[in-house]
Structures are given as C-alpha cells and as structure tokens.
C-alpha cells in the first residue's frame, strides 16, 4: 500500500473560517431574535391599553366590593392607584395591579376630564378630602396625592378619557380609553395622525 508524502498543509478549517462562521451564525441569530421579539408601535399600544383596562376594571371592582374610594393618579409616561383610607389619600401598594406601572418611553398619556384639558385639576380634586391637621403634618413633607380620576364604592367613575400616544407630531399613533361614568371602559382603534 503506497504511503502519501505529506503535503504542507494539513486538512481541516483555519481559525480565521472557523471565526467567520461564528460570526455569521451570530448576525442571522441577533437578526431572528429582534424580529420575532420586537413589537410594532401599534401593537404595544394595543398592549398598554388594553393592560389599563383590565387594570381599571380590576380597581373598580374592588372599590365596589370593599366599599372604599379609589383614584387614578396620572403621569406623563406612568399611572398609579390610590384609596381614600377616611382620613386620607394613600398610594395602593395591594393589589399588586395597583401598584404604579411605567409605560414604554415611547409612550405618553394624555387626560380629557368632562371635557377639560388634562392639565387642569380635576373639579372633584379641588375639594377637601383631608382635615387640617393632616395637612399640616404633610406640609414639612411631600404634598398630598390628588387622584384626577375617581372610582367611587357606589359603581360611579368620573368621566374621563385617556389618550396613549406613540411617535412623533408627524406620524402619531393613539389609542383613546375612557368613561362616561360606569364600567367597562370603552377602548377606541388605533389612529394615525399625519
């Protein structure tokens, strides 16, 4: 059986092909990754809305079945929950839907009150729902928590609408959740504005 001479090189992969495979196998991962993770801007509206409302209805009932005030404190970007404890407005920290939740940074939230901009108080938040001396026990400290929207033990919800925007002033997409006083909230399409 005649014998090979050895030739110079050896069979096999250099490190360098070895290399470059790894790399292209890591590009079409990272590519397959991001593509099937990534929502579209539409769908995470519909996502954060829809999470709102199931939020919301969730407090509602509970207000209705412990017989207790609670309200919706807004942000720009977050919202949370509050319940009037008799004395005073307290942050929710049970349940734990209550507890404040941050939007995407791609997100902003705009209030509508009986048809007043968001950014004026609410009328029903105006009033006195703390005494004096809480007040000024609370002075040296941070202010009270106003809710601008209020979920009364008797069913009653003061009418609101809530707009979740996306993008920029040229190609917005928003989403609009709001009341006219009962549950369930009423939940728009998505619209573009251009």
């Given at each position: 059986m005649p014998l090979l001479a050895p030739t110079g090189r050896q069979p096999g992969f250099t490190l360098l092909e070895v290399m470059l495979v790894m790399l292209l196998i890591g590009l079409l991962a990272t590519t397959v990754v991001l593509n099937f993770s990534g929502?579209?801007?539409?769908?995470?509206?519909?996502?954060?809305?829809?999470?709102?409302?199931?939020?919301?209805?969730?407090?509602?009932?509970?207000?209705?079945?412990?017989?207790?005030?609670?309200?919706?404190?807004?942000?720009?970007?977050?919202?949370?929950?509050?319940?009037?404890?008799?004395?005073?407005?307290?942050?929710?920290?049970?349940?734990?839907?209550?507890?404040?939740?941050e939007l995407a940074e791609n997100i902003r939230l705009q209030l509508e009150l009986e048809g007043l901009p968001g950014a004026e108080l609410s009328l029903l938040s105006q009033l006195n729902w703390q005494d004096d001396d809480a007040l000024t026990e609370t002075?040296?400290?941070?202010?009270?928590?106003?809710?601008?929207?209020?979920?009364?033990?008797?069913?009653?919800?003061?009418p609101f609408r809530l707009t979740f925007h996306i993008g920029d002033r040229l190609d917005r997409l928003s989403q609009t959740v709001g009341t006219d006083f009962t549950i369930p909230l009423n939940r728009s399409d998505v619209t573009t504005a251009r």
């Open positions: 929502d579209s801007p539409e769908q995470q509206l519909k996502k954060e809305s829809e999470r709102f409302q199931q939020v919301f209805q969730f407090i509602a009932e509970t207000a209705m079945l412990k017989q207790q005030e609670w309200g919706l404190v807004l942000q720009e970007n977050s919202y949370s929950f509050v319940y009037y404890d008799g004395e005073k407005w307290l942050l929710a920290d049970e349940p734990k839907a209550a507890e404040g939740y002075n040296n400290e941070q202010p009270p928590v106003l809710p601008q929207v209020f979920i009364l033990s008797s069913g009653e919800i003061s």
